[in-house]
Protein backbone atom coordinates (compact mmCIF):
# COMPACT_ATOMS: atom_id res chain seq x y z
CA UNK A 1 0.00 0.00 0.00
CA UNK A 2 1.52 3.18 -0.75
CA UNK A 3 0.52 7.00 -1.09
CA UNK A 4 1.04 9.73 -3.28
CA UNK A 5 1.96 13.38 -2.17
CA UNK A 6 1.35 15.77 -4.55
CA UNK A 7 2.43 19.96 -3.33
CA UNK A 8 4.93 22.33 -3.22
CA UNK A 9 7.62 22.04 -0.25
CA UNK A 10 10.08 24.73 1.27
CA UNK A 11 13.08 24.36 4.09
CA UNK A 12 11.70 25.27 7.36
CA UNK A 13 14.49 27.17 9.27
CA UNK A 14 14.30 27.63 13.34
CA UNK A 15 16.87 29.84 14.59
CA UNK A 16 17.00 29.88 18.23
CA UNK A 17 18.59 32.09 20.47
CA UNK A 18 18.56 34.68 23.11
CA UNK A 19 17.57 38.55 23.68
CA UNK A 20 18.75 39.78 26.73
CA UNK A 21 18.40 43.60 26.09
CA UNK A 22 16.96 46.09 23.67
CA UNK A 23 18.47 47.72 21.21
CA UNK A 24 19.82 50.94 21.96
CA UNK A 25 18.67 52.84 18.29
CA UNK A 26 15.14 51.82 18.70
CA UNK A 27 12.99 49.80 21.36
CA UNK A 28 13.21 46.11 19.55
CA UNK A 29 14.90 43.30 21.01
CA UNK A 30 18.75 42.44 20.57
CA UNK A 31 18.66 38.46 19.29
CA UNK A 32 21.85 36.27 19.33
CA UNK A 33 21.69 33.04 18.08
CA UNK A 34 22.81 29.85 19.68
CA UNK A 35 21.70 27.14 16.86
CA UNK A 36 19.35 26.01 14.45
CA UNK A 37 17.49 23.82 12.92
CA UNK A 38 16.55 22.72 9.31
CA UNK A 39 14.07 20.17 7.44
CA UNK A 40 11.69 19.73 4.28
CA UNK A 41 8.13 21.85 5.06
CA UNK A 42 4.89 22.27 3.65
CA UNK A 43 3.94 19.42 1.55
CA UNK A 44 7.97 17.90 1.94
CA UNK A 45 6.71 17.80 6.09
CA UNK A 46 3.32 15.68 5.02
CA UNK A 47 5.88 13.38 3.65
CA UNK A 48 7.93 13.21 5.95
CA UNK A 49 5.44 12.21 8.13
CA UNK A 50 4.13 9.48 6.58
CA UNK A 51 7.76 7.98 6.34
CA UNK A 52 8.02 8.29 9.87
CA UNK A 53 4.79 6.77 10.21
CA UNK A 54 6.14 3.58 7.87
CA UNK A 55 3.78 4.45 4.93
CA UNK A 56 5.23 3.70 1.97
CA UNK A 57 4.82 6.75 -0.02
CA UNK A 58 6.51 9.06 -3.04
CA UNK A 59 6.65 12.67 -3.13
CA UNK A 60 5.73 15.39 -6.50
CA UNK A 61 7.08 18.47 -6.02
CA UNK A 62 9.27 21.58 -6.86
CA UNK A 63 12.94 20.67 -7.34
CA UNK A 64 14.32 24.03 -5.69
CA UNK A 65 12.61 23.50 -2.27
CA UNK A 66 15.71 23.81 -0.09
CA UNK A 67 15.71 27.50 -1.72
CA UNK A 68 12.74 28.69 -1.11
CA UNK A 69 13.06 28.81 3.23
CA UNK A 70 10.93 30.56 5.59
CA UNK A 71 13.05 31.31 8.55
CA UNK A 72 11.63 31.76 12.18
CA UNK A 73 13.50 33.11 15.21
CA UNK A 74 12.67 31.67 18.13
CA UNK A 75 13.55 32.51 21.90
CA UNK A 76 15.07 29.35 22.95
CA UNK A 77 13.87 29.75 26.28
CA UNK A 78 10.52 30.34 25.77
CA UNK A 79 9.87 29.67 22.24
CA UNK A 80 8.13 32.67 21.53
CA UNK A 81 8.89 33.54 17.86
CA UNK A 82 9.99 37.56 16.97
CA UNK A 83 9.67 37.30 13.18
CA UNK A 84 9.82 34.78 10.18
CA UNK A 85 11.51 36.00 6.53
CA UNK A 86 9.58 34.11 3.71
CA UNK A 87 12.76 34.00 1.20
CA UNK A 88 12.61 32.90 -2.92
CA UNK A 89 8.34 33.21 -1.96
CA UNK A 90 7.98 33.58 -5.89
CA UNK A 91 9.99 30.75 -7.08
CA UNK A 92 7.33 27.92 -6.97
CA UNK A 93 7.43 26.39 -10.71
CA UNK A 94 4.10 24.98 -11.91
CA UNK A 95 4.32 20.50 -11.41
CA UNK A 96 3.24 18.73 -14.18
CA UNK A 97 0.96 15.77 -13.46
CA UNK A 98 0.29 14.27 -16.60
CA UNK A 99 3.09 11.77 -16.46
CA UNK A 100 1.95 10.36 -13.05
CA UNK A 101 0.66 7.02 -13.56
CA UNK A 102 -2.09 7.87 -10.03
CA UNK A 103 -3.41 4.32 -10.36
CA UNK A 104 -0.11 3.02 -8.83
CA UNK A 105 -1.07 4.70 -5.64
CA UNK A 106 -4.09 3.63 -3.00
CA UNK A 107 -4.19 6.99 -1.92
CA UNK A 108 -3.19 10.41 -3.03
CA UNK A 109 -2.73 13.83 -0.50
CA UNK A 110 -2.69 17.42 -1.91
CA UNK A 111 -0.60 19.46 -0.25
CA UNK A 112 -1.71 22.81 -2.07
CA UNK A 113 -0.76 25.93 -0.06
CA UNK A 114 -1.71 28.07 -2.95
CA UNK A 115 1.91 29.14 -4.02
CA UNK A 116 1.05 28.70 -7.89
CA UNK A 117 2.62 25.10 -7.78
CA UNK A 118 -0.99 23.41 -8.47
CA UNK A 119 -4.04 25.18 -10.38
CA UNK A 120 -7.71 24.86 -9.77
CA UNK A 121 -7.88 22.75 -12.97
CA UNK A 122 -4.74 20.41 -11.59
CA UNK A 123 -6.54 19.39 -8.53
CA UNK A 124 -9.76 19.01 -10.17
CA UNK A 125 -8.06 16.53 -12.65
CA UNK A 126 -6.29 14.52 -9.92
CA UNK A 127 -9.29 14.08 -8.25
CA UNK A 128 -10.96 12.37 -11.40
CA UNK A 129 -8.35 10.44 -11.65
CA UNK A 130 -8.21 8.64 -8.65
CA UNK A 131 -10.77 7.03 -6.55
CA UNK A 132 -9.31 8.24 -2.86
CA UNK A 133 -8.24 12.18 -2.68
CA UNK A 134 -7.13 14.03 0.02
CA UNK A 135 -6.95 17.82 -0.24
CA UNK A 136 -5.46 19.91 2.41
CA UNK A 137 -5.44 23.51 0.46
CA UNK A 138 -5.09 27.25 0.94
CA UNK A 139 -7.47 28.10 -1.78
CA UNK A 140 -10.75 29.56 -1.87
CA UNK A 141 -12.97 26.34 -2.42
CA UNK A 142 -15.32 25.85 -5.19
CA UNK A 143 -16.46 23.37 -7.76
CA UNK A 144 -13.19 22.78 -8.87
CA UNK A 145 -12.59 20.36 -5.72
CA UNK A 146 -15.89 18.81 -5.89
CA UNK A 147 -14.10 15.29 -7.34
CA UNK A 148 -11.87 15.06 -4.32
CA UNK A 149 -12.78 12.62 -1.50
CA UNK A 150 -12.14 15.04 1.40
CA UNK A 151 -10.92 18.24 2.11
CA UNK A 152 -8.97 19.47 5.12
CA UNK A 153 -9.32 22.85 5.95
CA UNK A 154 -8.82 24.82 9.45
CA UNK A 155 -11.48 27.05 11.12
CA UNK A 156 -10.08 30.18 9.80
CA UNK A 157 -9.95 28.93 6.48
CA UNK A 158 -13.61 27.36 7.04
CA UNK A 159 -15.24 30.85 8.00
CA UNK A 160 -13.55 32.81 5.08
CA UNK A 161 -15.33 30.18 2.53
CA UNK A 162 -18.08 28.95 4.04
CA UNK A 163 -20.48 31.57 2.96
CA UNK A 164 -19.81 30.08 -1.10
CA UNK A 165 -20.19 26.38 -0.20
CA UNK A 166 -22.73 24.07 -1.11
CA UNK A 167 -23.88 20.91 0.43
CA UNK A 168 -21.62 19.06 -1.82
CA UNK A 169 -18.62 20.54 -0.66
CA UNK A 170 -19.53 20.70 3.12
CA UNK A 171 -20.15 17.21 3.10
CA UNK A 172 -16.97 16.80 2.33
CA UNK A 173 -15.40 19.08 4.64
CA UNK A 174 -13.14 17.49 7.83
CA UNK A 175 -11.86 21.16 9.86
CA UNK A 176 -9.68 21.10 12.48
CA UNK A 177 -9.66 23.45 15.08
CA UNK A 178 -7.12 23.46 17.63
CA UNK A 179 -7.52 22.72 21.01
CA UNK A 180 -10.73 21.31 20.26
CA UNK A 181 -9.93 18.68 17.89
CA UNK A 182 -11.61 18.42 14.38
CA UNK A 183 -15.32 18.38 12.77
CA UNK A 184 -16.70 16.29 10.19
CA UNK A 185 -20.48 15.90 8.78
CA UNK A 186 -21.50 17.67 12.16
CA UNK A 187 -20.02 15.18 14.43
CA UNK A 188 -16.55 16.12 16.82
CA UNK A 189 -14.18 14.27 17.20
CA UNK A 190 -12.43 16.16 20.49
CA UNK A 191 -8.46 16.07 21.55
CA UNK A 192 -6.95 15.75 25.09
CA UNK A 193 -5.31 18.73 26.35
CA UNK A 194 -1.86 19.10 26.14
CA UNK A 195 0.80 21.60 26.84
CA UNK A 196 1.28 23.21 23.09
CA UNK A 197 4.59 24.04 22.60
CA UNK A 198 4.31 24.97 18.63
CA UNK A 199 1.48 24.49 16.47
CA UNK A 200 4.08 25.02 13.04
CA UNK A 201 3.27 21.72 10.51
CA UNK A 202 0.33 20.43 12.88
CA UNK A 203 -1.73 20.82 10.47
CA UNK A 204 0.53 18.72 7.88
CA UNK A 205 1.31 15.88 10.31
CA UNK A 206 -2.94 15.66 11.22
CA UNK A 207 -3.08 14.78 7.23
CA UNK A 208 -0.61 12.55 7.19
CA UNK A 209 -1.37 10.71 9.87
CA UNK A 210 -5.37 10.71 8.72
CA UNK A 211 -4.45 9.29 5.52
CA UNK A 212 -2.21 6.53 7.05
CA UNK A 213 -4.94 5.07 8.84
CA UNK A 214 -7.44 5.49 6.35
CA UNK A 215 -5.17 3.24 4.29
CA UNK A 216 -5.72 0.59 6.29
CA UNK A 217 -8.92 0.99 7.28
CA UNK A 218 -10.72 2.41 5.07
CA UNK A 219 -12.81 4.29 7.86
CA UNK A 220 -12.85 8.17 7.76
CA UNK A 221 -13.94 7.91 11.27
CA UNK A 222 -11.01 5.91 12.38
CA UNK A 223 -8.61 7.85 10.32
CA UNK A 224 -9.47 11.24 11.58
CA UNK A 225 -9.38 10.39 15.62
CA UNK A 226 -5.84 8.44 14.65
CA UNK A 227 -4.86 12.17 12.56
CA UNK A 228 -5.85 13.47 15.80
CA UNK A 229 -3.78 11.65 17.91
CA UNK A 230 -0.55 12.57 15.41
CA UNK A 231 -1.06 15.80 16.11
CA UNK A 232 -1.30 15.90 19.75
CA UNK A 233 1.64 14.35 20.08
CA UNK A 234 3.47 17.07 17.63
CA UNK A 235 2.29 20.20 19.43
CA UNK A 236 3.88 19.16 22.72
CA UNK A 237 7.79 19.78 20.64
CA UNK A 238 9.28 22.50 19.80
CA UNK A 239 9.75 23.51 15.70
CA UNK A 240 7.77 21.53 12.83
CA UNK A 241 8.96 18.34 13.80
CA UNK A 242 7.24 14.35 12.60
CA UNK A 243 5.12 12.02 14.67
Not at 14 to 32: S, T
Not at 62 to 80: L, Q
Not at 107 to 128: A, C, H, M, R, T
Amino acid sequence: MSILVVGESCLDVFMYGQCKRLCPEAPVPVFNPTHKTENGGMAHNVYRNLQALGVECLLHTNNNYRKITKTRFIDEKTNHMFMRLDENDQAYNACNLRRIDFSSYDVIIISDYDKGFLSKEDINFIGKNHEYVFLDTKKILGPWCKSVNYIKVNLDEYERTKHILDEEICDKLIITMGSEGARYNGIMYPVPKVEIKDTSGAGDTFVAGMAAEFIKSKDIQKAIKYGNKCATKVVQRKGVSVI
